[in-house]
């Protein structure tokens, strides 16, 4: 029997005396044991109106270990006050809290419980600290609000909406010393599909032709000639890549294996190349071994600059519950395309089909190189192209 039960039951035995006694005391005490089980359940349908809670944060996109500061605000907009009001949340297990008053983990969740003393119309704000461990989009939608019951023993349970999103990007694995322009097959010429006009450096000067823009005409020149005339750049050539990730299934079956550990390495080594790229201007394309949207692989078109890096960034830290496709079928499709390419390839696992496969890379003239991530550091493996031998034509 709960609390609310047990008042029913004395308010009706005193509501009984006082039919027969005629009491008027007996009538107005029987009835404030009803009144108060109504006068709860009003109060928490009422609660949401006038308690809120506020969350802010300074940081939304960190890296592992990263600090991340939070400010958590209830606000009382009732004329009652709130006596140990406890504010209840729960986050992954990999984050660690500091500033609340309990934290404890749960069913591999991290149970964080703050509390607040509330006078009437007043507010009251804690400060937390944040630091998440592992790569992943750390979201909150809801706190749960425990308040002093008006009584016995039953707990005045609150929902309170919140918007929180944290998204942490996977840590960059050390890359080992090698040069991208080494393998790159025009990074020494010009290609017409790889050059630029680079403002930086002024050749000269032509006359306007329509489609230019117009912060490049030359208005000193344009007011000696009397006609408009544009600045004539000198041309530059940036390297392209083509970054291929090879992403193992989460467990094989077969080979009663999970492969966790080391699809994160996998993924630590893109963030690198990805950081690497954005240091040095190069555009590149990512290709992954994932199916998504109903393709057969994942294929990120080529790129570069910051965005490009913030949009592989948050593809590589939301990357759960892999759907894998094989490498090979990739390699097969890359093979088709018509122009020399760098192919830059990140595995775990060399076998001999991708051994046939990067062969069949190099037949056509592509550029190879391979990082392999089996092990905690990650080796650099490259491949020389291969020369086709002519074939002298005999005449009989």
Not at 92 to 104: F, M, Q, R, T
Not at 126 to 155: C, M, Q, Y
Not at 247 to 257: D, G, V
Not at 314 to 337: F, G, I, K, N, W
Request: aromatic fraction near 10%; include cysteine; glycine fraction near 6%.
């Amino acid at each position: 029997m709960n609390t609310k039960q047990t008042f029913h039951v004395i308010g009706f035995l005193l509501l009984l005396f006082a039919l027969f006694s005629g009491s008027w005391f007996l009538w107005l005490f029987g009835g404030i044991f009803f009144f108060m089980p109504a006068l709860q359940g009003w109060w928490l349908s009422s609660m949401s109106k006038w308690v809120k809670l506020d969350w802010t944060y300074d940081q939304h996109r960190v890296m592992p270990g990263t600090a991340v500061h939070v400010t958590v605000r209830l606000h009382n907009h009732s004329w009652l006050p709130l006596p140990a009001t406890w504010i209840r949340f729960s986050l992954p297990e990999h984050v660690s809290v500091e500033g609340a008053d309990e934290v404890k983990i749960s069913n591999q969740r991290t149970v964080v419980r703050l509390r607040f003393d509330l006078p009437m119309r007043q507010s009251a704000a804690r400060n937390l600290t944040l630091i998440p461990h592992k790569r992943g989009t750390v979201w909150l939608n809801e706190a749960a609000s425990e308040s002093l019951p008006l009584f016995g023993d039953e707990r005045s349970d609150l929902t309170l909406p919140l918007s929180f999103s944290l998204l942490v990007y996977p840590l960059p694995l050390p890359l080992p010393a090698f040069v991208l322009d080494e393998t790159e097959p025009d990074g020494a010429r010009l290609s017409r599909q790889r050059q630029q006009d680079d403002v930086t450096f002024q050749r000269g000067v032509r006359p306007y032709l329509p489609g230019d823009r117009m912060k490049h005409v030359h208005w000193k020149a344009t007011a000696k000639t009397g006609s408009l005339e544009t600045r004539l750049f000198e041309h530059t050539a940036q390297p392209n890549w083509r970054i291929v990730g090879h992403i193992l299934p989460s467990y094989e079956p077969m080979q009663q294996r999970h492969n966790d550990v080391v699809n994160e390495r996998t993924i630590s080594c893109l963030a690198a190349l990805s950081v690497l790229c954005r240091k040095k201007s190069y555009g590149y394309e990512l290709f992954l071994t994932l199916r998504q949207r109903g393709r057969e692989h994942y294929h990120l078109p080529a790129g570069g600059g910051k965005n490009h890096h913030l949009h592989v960034m948050t593809q590589l830290a939301q990357m759960h519950h892999y759907v894998t496709s094989p490498l090979a079928h990739l390699l097969r499709r890359l093979e088709d395309s018509p122009a020399r390419e760098a192919i830059l390839l990140v595995t775990p696992r060399l076998d001999d089909e991708t051994h046939a496969s990067i062969e069949r890379l190099l037949r056509r003239g592509h550029h190879v190189a391979l990082l392999d991530v089996s092990e905690e550091q990650a080796v650099l493996r490259r491949f020389e192209a291969m020369r086709p031998t002519r074939q002298r034509r005999v005449m009989s």
